[in-house]
């Protein structure tokens, strides 16, 4: 595999709600596992621009290429299968561990392997926390039950909103590091929204710095981030 082949092409992405370009013509690039870091103050729609690179909010101008290929072209399912998603704040169902990782393959009636589910846990550090109810975790564990069920997909990129910012310093540190170990072993490309630069210095190949909706710097976090 090519290590500099392009994964991800965000091509003049713009959303406009109420009039206002919350995302204004944004275009980037992301190589095959890469890490890139959307860094931006408060409000300046890194998470509203996430949401738009695997159509869970439509862009109103402007498109993705993965793989080269419009996303436009692929059908929603497919896309969210190949483009997974960790909200800022996940929300889980009431019900165990296990039940929130496989709701994805269960809720699309598709066969759930036990080992994988295993696997999965226990590369997030929560083997054994299967049958735990949801409801007894801490906000960690939240976090790392959220990731498994999103990486149970098998996504080829993932997409990731301020994973650590409800976490104390020790939970965080502990999520960057299953985070990063889950994203070398799988080959994964992804994309992470963080207000903190020092996690974007720890985490990212490369940053972008998103401002009142435009993105104005991309490169190496020791360009980017002076
Ligand atoms: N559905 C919506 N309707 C109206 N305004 C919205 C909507 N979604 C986002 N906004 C506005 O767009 C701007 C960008 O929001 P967004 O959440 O994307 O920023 P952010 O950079 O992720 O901020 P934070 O770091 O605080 O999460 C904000 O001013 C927000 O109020």
């Known amino acids: 595999m090519n290590q500099m082949s392009i994964k991800f092409e965000a091509q003049s992405l713009s959303r406009v709600i109420d009039g206002h370009r919350i ?3 944004v275009s980037f690039r992301v190589h095959e596992r890469e890490v890139l870091a959307i860094l931006g103050p408060s409000g300046a729609g890194k998470s509203t621009l996430l949401r ?3 159509r869970l909010d439509e862009p109103n101008e402007g498109t ?4 080269g290929r419009d996303y436009r072209e692929l059908p929603p399912r497919e896309l969210r299968h190949r483009v997974g998603y960790v909200p800022q704040t996940p929300a889980l169902r009431d019900g165990t561990v296990f039940d929130n990782v496989t709701i994805g393959p269960r809720l699309r009636e598709e066969p759930v392997s036990e080992d994988r ?10 083997a054994e926390y299967g049958r735990r109810d949801v409801a007894e975790l801490s906000g960690g564990e939240t976090q790392r039950v959220a990731i498994a069920r999103t ?3 098998d996504p080829e990129i993932l997409l990731l909103d301020e994973p650590t ?3 104390d310093t020790t939970s965080e540190s502990r999520v960057e590091t299953l985070l990063t170990k889950s994203i070398h072993e799988s080959g994964l ?3 992470l929204v963080t207000h903190d630069t020092t996690q974007a210095r720890r985490l990212a190949d490369r940053v972008a710095q998103l401002e009142a909706g435009q993105l104005i710097s991309i490169g190496s976090v020791s360009e980017v981030i002076s």
């Open 189 to 191: 490309t992804a994309i």
């Open 117 to 126: 589910v295993e696997e999965l846990l226990a590369r997030m550090d929560l």
């Open 151 to 153: 990486l149970i997909t």
């Open 52 to 54: 738009l690179l695997n």
């Open 165 to 167: 910012s409800s976490l």
């Open 23 to 25: 995302v204004d013509s």
């Open 64 to 67: 993705v290429y993965l793989d």
